[in-house]
């Protein structure tokens, strides 16, 4: 029985699962906190990953770990493997003006972005890697000046526990890679000429494996030379190519040709396994890779699952009360609609946007009415987001859906009412650190794909579609109020 180590070094915090790698049975786990902010020490995420290993009860027993890491951020290395300035994040938008500024110099309007999504699948954003080395050299040029390689979060933790000897050692996968602006998922092929127009030079950059290539193997004493017990550290265990937490997500519920993975956080986003790859030239879908060779198209929302707390809250209600009162109003809640851009949105790049309430009558002034309004409104723009992505040909057979917002009955039952095909609901779990898992027990069993495991407890849901609640919906979701 050999077991496997997988980590979701994410934004919030450090989580490690070690399991089976035949069947996916889970044995152990750990984890722990990540400060808040938009930049961070790595110094800070390498603790953490000690602390949560420690707490799964270390990885001395396992034949391979992966890291799966949170997408776009920038960390940049001097020439000696010293971190320059902390990590910006995916989440840090001082970046935008350098976004804006890439794509006019490459004619602006849609001509810039057409050539951006042709170019590298996406259109650039602020989360993007190369929108924050264009920040770097033009806000911090002595830092810019050090700076020797850059990396993404999860490639720089992978170098660490390989023993980080020197940057050529540096690894990365195609799904992180895909989300820098300076790697193209069609060709596959670094774009050095959009880095070069990024930073104003050429930089380090991790080698790029395939799904299953090792990155190295566990440098004996990586962890346990900065603190860790004893019985945590271990050695010679082979490392896997780690990838974004998208694509680790994806491998972690089994997602593969044909399935649209929904995830309802505290954002949301759609994204599908392709067999190709996408160029999407308004922005709206970014053109990803996945974790086993084929491409991600994704979409992105700021509305998710805060639109139910914010409804439960105006409601007094829990949220399991929201549900029920949701679900004992009719299908299209008799015409009411809520708009749900509470924090402005991102799909549609509407960032001023708020919130709105359509079709307020005598009869619809109820608490079940806006319960469900709330719940199909939420629902109705990611459904926008699963319109995008089959525009970029992806043909759908079911949604799983996942996420703290899956956990609502009502959400889970109106979901294919609006998504218009059938919804499946794995058990909560740690979905990116059980993807890393996936792909470490890949690299240690070999094989041309990753074992099959199939999570106990998934549960279906099929209902008729009902279009009038999205035809309702789009006509009102335009007729809202800037800040």
């Avoid at 380090?204 to 030379?225: I, K, N």
Wanted: hydrophobic letters at 45%.
């Amino acid at each position: 029985m050999p077991l496997v180590a997988g980590v979701d070094s994410s934004t919030q915090s450090s989580k490690v699962v070690i399991r089976d790698a035949e069947t996916g049975a889970l044995v152990r786990e750990g984890r722990a906190p990540h400060p808040d902010g938009t930049e961070v020490d790595p110094a800070a995420w390498w603790t953490a990953l000690r602390s949560a290993v420690d707490a799964a009860g270390g990885l001395a027993d396992v034949a391979a770990v992966s890291v799966g890491g949170q997408q776009h951020g920038m960390v940049a290395l001097d020439q000696d493997g010293a971190v320059v300035r902390p990590a910006l994040l995916w989440n840090d938008t001082r970046s935008a003006g350098a976004a804006a500024d890439l794509i006019e110099e490459a004619g602006g309007g849609e001509a810039g972005r057409r050539f951006w999504a042709e170019a590298v699948g996406s259109v650039p954003v602020a989360s993007f890697t190369a929108t924050k080395l264009r920040w770097l050299a033009r806000h911090e040029p002595e830092n810019a000046d050090r700076v020797a390689a850059v990396c993404l979060p999860h490639d720089w933790l992978t170098w660490r526990l390989a023993g980080a000897v020197d940057l050529a050692g540096l690894r990365t996968d195609r799904g992180d890679a895909s989300g820098t602006g300076y790697w193209s998922p069609t060709t596959g092929e670094y774009r050095f000429d959009l880095l070069e127009q990024a930073f104003g030079r050429r930089l380090q950059v991790p080698t790029v494996l395939g799904p299953a290539d090792p990155a190295g193997e566990l440098h004996v004493g990586a962890l346990a030379a900065d603190g860790v017990p004893g019985g945590s550290t271990g050695g010679g265990a082979l490392l896997g190519p780690g990838t974004g937490d998208n694509a680790a997500a994806a491998l972690g519920v089994g997602a593969g040709p044909g399935d649209v993975v929904i995830s309802i956080g505290t954002s949301g986003t759609v994204f599908s396994v392709a067999e190709g790859p996408s160029a999407d030239p308004t922005g709206t879908v970014a053109g990803f890779a996945d974790a086993t060779g084929r491409f991600l198209p994704l979409v992105a929302t700021l509305n998710a699952a805060r639109v139910l707390n914010a409804a439960a809250s105006m409601l007094g209600v829990s949220l399991d009360e929201l549900a029920e009162l949701a679900l004992s109003a009719p299908a299209g809640a008799e015409g009411l609609v809520m708009v749900p851009y509470l924090e402005g949105e991102r799909t549609p790049n509407r960032p001023s946007a708020t919130g709105a309430v359509h079709g307020l009558t005598l009869r619809t002034s109820t608490p079940a009415h806006l319960a469900r309004a709330a719940v199909e409104g939420m629902l109705c723009a990611l459904a926008d987001g699963l319109d995008a992505v089959i525009a970029q040909g992806v043909a759908v057979r079911r949604v799983i859906l996942v996420g703290g917002g899956a956990r609502s009955a009502a959400v889970r039952r109106i979901a294919p009412q609006v998504f218009g095909c059938p919804v499946v609901v794995p058990p909560p779990g740690e979905y990116v650190a059980d993807g890393a898992a996936r792909q470490a027990a890949w690299v240690a069993l070999g094989g041309a794909a990753a074992p099959q495991w199939s999570p106990a407890g998934t549960e279906k849901y099929d209902a008729e579609p009902v279009p009038a609640v999205r035809a309702r919906y789009a006509e009102a979701r335009d007729h809202v109020i800037d800040r």
